[in-house]
T-cell receptor, first 115, second 114 residues
Framework: DVKVTQSSRYLVKRTGEKVFLECVQDMDHENMFWYRQDPGLGLRLIYFSYDVKMKEKGDIPEGYSVSREKKERFSLILESASTNQTSMYLC??????????????FGQGTRLTVV | GENVEQHPSTLSVQEGDSAVIKCTYSDSASNYFPWYKQELGKRPQLIIDIRSNVGEKKDQRIAVTLNKTAKHFSLHITETQPEDSAVYFCAASKRASGTYKYIFGTGTRLKVLA
């Protein structure tokens, strides 16, 4: 059973702080994703990574960066948190394309509040 | 740009009735269409999916239909039960950069009234 674990369920940070959201998966998936979920806007892709040290911008990368130093861990970084980054953040992982199963497995989410 | 429109945003049905959620996608290169269910406070989980070479797929009370020409796909839930109450997301996915890039719809909050 695939497990995708996000390090925190709830975070409260101050404006201007540097924030790290961590995600770990235990199924040797190469592809990992960070989304933010906002009411009425669904899930919007921030960044994704298809291999260690590889990263690609999603649809809303502004204000975020990512780090993928190890295959199992994908970190989302808010360099200087702002109130408009208050949101639910979801991490997901999938097998590489061509390996059949393209189901995305999600973490439990991190609800970040920036005050 | 690529987008997926999902309707309705909220849907209330009586227990036992059917529920239908519709999505329209813009990118004709999309070839995989999953549906996710997110219960309150929980992570989204895949409930059914369909690939572009198939027009319909059914799994017990849940079915998905795909019209590639019109770029429409729909989720059908029959004999709804209170435990079907959740937010449902559709997605359109295509191969990109060695992985599959998902574009999600905005979600439908389904309430099944007992």
């Amino acid at each position: 059973d695939v497990k995708v674990t996000q390090s925190s369920r709830y975070l409260v940070k101050r404006t201007g702080e540097k924030v790290f959201l961590e995600c770990v998966q235990d199924m040797d998936h190469e592809n990992m994703f960070w989304y933010r979920q906002d009411p009425g806007l669904g899930l919007r892709l921030i960044y994704f990574s298809y291999d260690v040290k590889m990263k690609e911008k999603g649809d809303i990368p502004e204000g975020y960066s990512v780090s993928r130093e190890k295959k199992e861990r994908f970190s989302l970084i808010l360099e200087s948190a702002s109130t408009n980054q208050t949101s639910m953040y979801l991490c997901a992982s999938i097998l590489p394309a061509g390996q059949g199963n393209t189901e995305a497995f999600f973490g439990q989410g991190t609800r970040l509040t920036v005050v | 740009g690529e987008n997926v429109e999902q309707h309705p945003s909220t849907l209330s049905v009586q227990e036992g009735d059917s529920a239908v959620i519709k999505c329209t996608y813009s990118d004709s290169a999309s070839n995989y269409f999953p549906w996710y269910k997110q219960e309150l406070g929980k992570r989204p989980q895949l409930i059914i999916d369909i690939r572009s070479n198939v027009g319909e797929k059914k799994d017990q009370r849940i079915a998905v239909t795909l019209n590639k020409t019109a770029k429409h796909f729909s989720l059908h839930i029959t004999e709804t039960q209170p435990e079907d109450s959740a937010v449902y997301f559709c997605a359109a996915s295509k191969r990109a950069s060695g992985t599959y890039k998902y574009i999600f719809g905005t979600g439908t909050r389904l309430k099944v009234l007992a």
